[in-house]
Nanobody, 123 residues
């Protein structure tokens, strides 16, 4: 499935952004979804994941309590609400799909990726 990520931008520390991910050509129904991010000079890291039915969510410790992942079956989108943003959240954010019910923190277990959207948090 091809994924389209959007919603990135420049925000001051303490601000909020909402990222969205939508598939082209099919629905997300059978996929677990996740958001990863990659900062310059660093490896891609897991941020948040959601099960195919939306009943289970998973977060990296660094974003727990600040970020919320959700999926909207009617709109066929997966979103990442990011609150209380910090400069260390600055990265390119990628959505990813995995054709099993449960997300994984390992990027190599995802078969489909979006193009990435830049999030920059200024101090």
């Amino acid at each position: 499935v091809q994924l389209q990520a959007s919603g990135g931008g420049l925000v001051q520390a303490g601000g909020s952004l909402r990222l969205s991910c939508a598939p082209s050509g099919r629905t997300f129904g059978s996929y677990a979804m996740a958001w990863f991010r990659q900062a310059p000079g660093k490896e891609r890291e897991f941020v948040a994941g959601i099960s195919w039915g939306g009943g289970s969510t998973y977060y990296a410790d660094s974003v727990k309590g600040r970020f919320t992942i959700s999926r909207d079956g009617a709109k066929n989108t997966v979103s990442l609400q990011m609150n209380s943003l910090k400069p260390e959240d600055t990265a390119v954010y990628y959505c990813a799909a995995r054709l099993v019910g449960t997300p994984s923190p390992n990027s190599y277990e995802y078969s489909d990726w979006g193009q990435g959207t830049q999030v920059t948090v200024s101090s």
